[in-house]
């Protein structure tokens, strides 16, 4: 008998008939003799809806009041669940964040959780009964109901999976498991039947956004098997496992891109100590995130080049902020460009492996797309080039790196 | 400084434009020097569509879910008005039943309240905040939510003012105060400053449905004044108060009338020990509640008539029971009639004073109106008469008891 957490998110409990085909697929999984806990999140739209509420008060709601009601979304999951299975005759308990004492800290909005007490849950699953939890919810040290934010839910699955020692964590989404790259931009991309963790974080952070990134985290963790499958299809999906337990050797895993980069140039800026600092301290303070960071010698002497990338979203102001920058240093001009993409190779073997980074680029001069910017990791590798090379580029390299499937596939939606 | 609790219903909180207006007269009685503990309902219409949510799974809800599920619509009010509170620039905090443990038994969809901890309460109300509390909902022993049941969230607002010995209970409504007898059938119905709770008592459950009627038992138990004031309109409204508080001698505080009743009798009882037991007792095993009751004899010999009235609701269902009855008893008819109402005179006044039901009875015999059945307590006399005669036998009491006031007022909706 396994211990089994099954997650659900938004578009899985969407309508009453789906939380039924939830409901169904949770008691296959028990009538086979599992445990099971099942962690959902509220409705889809329902969030977007009580945000709307909120919005019509204060632009920017009270943290801990926007908490008290959105937590009410997966609220009113857990309890319509729980009848679904009582209904389906799956004896079935339902929990608050509350109520499991998931403790995290008071950080409203965007808290992290530090403690899960099992005791309850497991006297339920011993007495026979599924256990449903609202996930994306939690309580602080003073009984304040705290969220985790947007896709946290996936998070307060694996903490349970973790405080129960779970056998495995299964994460039901709309895709069928995680692809060699985005089947909508090459149709022979190739379901993955495992990954490792770090291959995971790699893909999840450069935009294949099955899993919330800090789910990935929290599961390597604490070593808890994950595994990603689709809540409408049949299927084993994609388990996410620790480097020991894969035996192939591939090299590559899969190829990720984000196409939500934009570009920053300073040039001509004064070669001295300090000069990243003075640069990148107040896109920092502006709460923008940088990616890719490059600094050259610059044609001119004794004055450098130095090159960065933002959100797209947040270009305009970083731009802004980094024009009042050159002024004050006296560079020379600052340049912007957001027709740009990133696309990385992705894969633990990379690390054991020469040569990877040279077919990489020798593929993609071979199809004349011309390489902006480079930046690499222990097991990626990432360029920046024009938008327009985007498919001609993933394409060639998911050839070049033997990624193609022999069936072509296009379930990620 | 007096403390104060203030009880918003559906009605009052059903937009985000009520839910600023309520925060604006929160602010009011805070800016003029009072603490104050805001208990609301859900937003009208949310309670119906959780409820229509759960019926698509279920006919019957598991009782412990549905409570999980209804406790939600009180969880986004609380959050929006202390939004709306923060907003307008009063600190505010918001609590669930669960978070100031309105401890009740585990009778799920109709808990009763055992205690309530003040002690958090308390803490922000020193500290300046206005606190806004669910009402109608609260947790159990072992921590499970449960729900009080329609209008609970009266019951709430009072159970909390007791246990923070609030100074008094404020109930807005939809109407401005509670009236000698409904102004859409006499316009020179009066609002009355004030009523005991006995009184309350009667007019409550003889259908002027301003207040819910365990919440007025609860507060002359634990002697919490309360109002009852409009949330739209200005104004006092109606205090419901002790008897040693009215100085006034007024007879009869007001007229209460139900449309729901429906009459049923059976002709020819054998006569013996046991009968009204043997009738009744079918009749309460399923679930049937009888109002009035009255037994006869017969003309017929050695035989008895026996009368009861029922919900007009549960009349096919009393019927039917009847039928069998009286089959087994022997009994020699049963005869049914729904075009009955019932009229109530209702005052403390009336026990010190003989008289009042001749003057009742002769001003209906004036109108040539029949009396069918009398019924009468300490504090109520109760005729069951046609229904065509309600409008004009509540009417000349109103008259013939003085209650008709200098200006006609139709503001009970």
Redesign the interface.
């Known amino acids: 008998m396994a211990l089994i957490v099954q997650k659900y998110g938004g578009t899985s409990v969407g309508s009453?008939e789906r939380?039924?085909t939830v409901a169904a697929r949770v008691k296959r999984s028990r009538d086979q003799g599992d445990q099971v806990v099942v962690v959902v999140s509220a409705m889809s739209g329902e969030t977007d809806r009580?945000i709307g509420?909120?919005r019509?008060?204060?632009e920017r709601?009270?943290p801990?009041?926007?908490d008290?009601?959105l937590?009410?979304g997966e609220?009113?999951t857990?309890?319509?669940l729980?009848?679904?299975l009582?209904?389906a005759g799956c004896p079935a308990?339902?929990y608050?964040g509350?109520?499991v004492h998931i403790l995290t800290d008071s950080a409203h909005n965007k808290a992290r959780i530090r403690d899960i007490d099992a005791a309850r849950v497991g006297a339920d699953l011993d007495a026979g009964r599924v256990v449903v939890v609202a996930g994306f919810q939690g309580v602080d040290e003073l009984?304040n109901?705290t969220t985790l934010g947007r896709g946290g839910s996936d998070t307060s699955a694996v903490a349970i999976a973790a405080a129960l020692k779970a056998n495995e964590c299964q994460i039901y989404t709309d895709v069928d498991g995680v692809y060699t790259t985005d089947p909508r931009v090459e149709p022979k991309a190739r379901k993955l039947d495992r990954i490792t963790f770090e291959e995971m974080l790699e893909m999840a952070s450069l935009g294949s956004k099955v899993l919330q990134i800090r789910s990935v985290e929290f599961a390597g963790k604490y070593r808890v098997p994950l595994r990603v499958l689709s809540s409408f299809g049949e299927g084993d999906g994609t388990l996410i496992t620790f480097e020991e337990d894969i035996v192939e050797e591939a090299k590559i895993s899969g190829i990720a891109f984000s196409r939500d980069e934009a570009k920053l140039t300073v040039l001509g800026v004064p070669d001295q100590p300090g000069v990243a600092y003075q640069i990148l301290g107040p896109i920092a303070d502006a709460n923008i995130e940088v990616d890719m960071i490059i600094q050259n010698i610059a044609a001119q002497e004794a004055t450098t080049d130095f090159t960065f990338t933002v959100h797209r979203n947040d270009f305009p102001r970083a731009l802004e902020i980094l024009d009042q920058t050159a002024a004050h240093l006296g560079a020379r001009q600052v340049l912007g460009d957001t027709g740009i993409v990133k696309i990385s190779l992705v894969g633990v073997g990379m690390r054991s492996h020469a040569g990877i980074a040279s077919l990489m680029f020798s593929t993609l001069a071979n199809e004349g797309i011309n390489i902006r910017m480079i930046s690499t990791s222990e097991i990626k590798i990432s360029v920046v080039v024009d938008e327009k090379y985007l498919e001609l580029g993933v394409r060639a390299l998911h050839a070049a790196f033997g990624l193609d499937g022999s069936t072509s596939s296009s379930s990620l939606s």
Chains 1, 2 share one sequence.
Request: hydrophobic share 55%; glycine share 2%; net charge negative.
């Open positions: 009453i939380i039924q009580l509420l909120a019509e008060i204060q709601p009270v801990r009041e926007l008290v009601l937590s009410t609220q009113v857990i309890a319509l729980s009848m679904a009582e209904a308990r339902s608050t509350a109520q009984g109901i």
